[in-house]
């Protein structure tokens, strides 16, 4: 197997590229991915100031790096969960990964925003707490980036996980989050602009170019994620791409090309208020999830219901 630029030994074949490359070649190749999903998407412009949300995990390390290596302004924006003791390993990882990069981090840490930690919610919240700690990094990310004076948030999602949750989606044909899928959601309504550059990148891919660039990352998966649903749509559209190489890309990208016409002319957009406690915007009502959760888990309640079950 030849890298199909230089003829020297590949390292890494993608079929759904009809293509095979050699480090060197895999490298421009992988930046030339994020390069056209951020042109295609029109996600920022080369001066934008663009904070990541970091992980620890492979894909937005993977991002953060991309889009350094590209020339980008690019912060990095890290939440300590507060899980033990896998989310202070993942902030050592981001701390180190910012200081070898000479870039500048910012740490948040969750109990200082909400007055509990992710593992101290879910003992007392009944919700799952996937979706309740996602709501509460989408709510401090959206905040600190506006904060911070960021124009634009980027999230380290790959193809994989965006093919995965279209096909979730489409299966329940959830047309609310349908009408939100796009590599790019505008600045509007009080949230800053959101971008996911890895877009075009497949999981493969991503991961190559972490070992590649020697990249440090967190490869613990959060003790509370069963995540058996995002895995399962993610290892039946491997199967059918393992038969039809581009099947996932084609499927995703030409839902992106459909939505395109459609998203920014919605006429039928939720219509959002600001929330009457922090302004955040919302649908929920007069308080938006964040500071009712804030309420639930809040003052005597809280440290009651924590004696509680300790
Ligand atoms: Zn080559
Ligand atoms: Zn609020």
Known sequence: MKCIVCKKEAVIKLPSHHSAFCVEHFLQFFLRRVDKAIRRYRMFHANAKILVAVSGGKDSLVLWSSLLELGYDASGIFINLGIEPNSDIAEDKVKQFAKENNAQLHIVDVKDYLGATIP???????????????????????????????????????????????????????????KRQYPTLGEEQGFVRKVKPLVLCSEKETLAYAVIRQIDFD?????????????????ILNLIEHDMPGTKQNFLCEFFRKMSGNIYNSSEKDKLTPCEICGYPTSAGKKCSFCRLKEQIGGETYMSLLEKVV
């Open 219 to 235: 490869s613990e998966r959060c003790p509370f994620s069963r995540g058996a649903t995002s895995q399962f749509y993610k290892h």
């Open 120 to 178: 101290e919610v879910n003992k007392i919240v009944k919700k799952p707490i996937c979706s309740v700690c996602g709501m509460v990094r989408r709510y401090i990310l959206n905040s600190e980036a506006k904060r911070l004076g960021y124009s634009v948030l980027a999230t380290g999602h790959n193809l994989d996980d965006e093919a995965a949750t279209l096909l979730g989606n489409t299966l329940h044909w959830y047309e609310g989050y349908l």
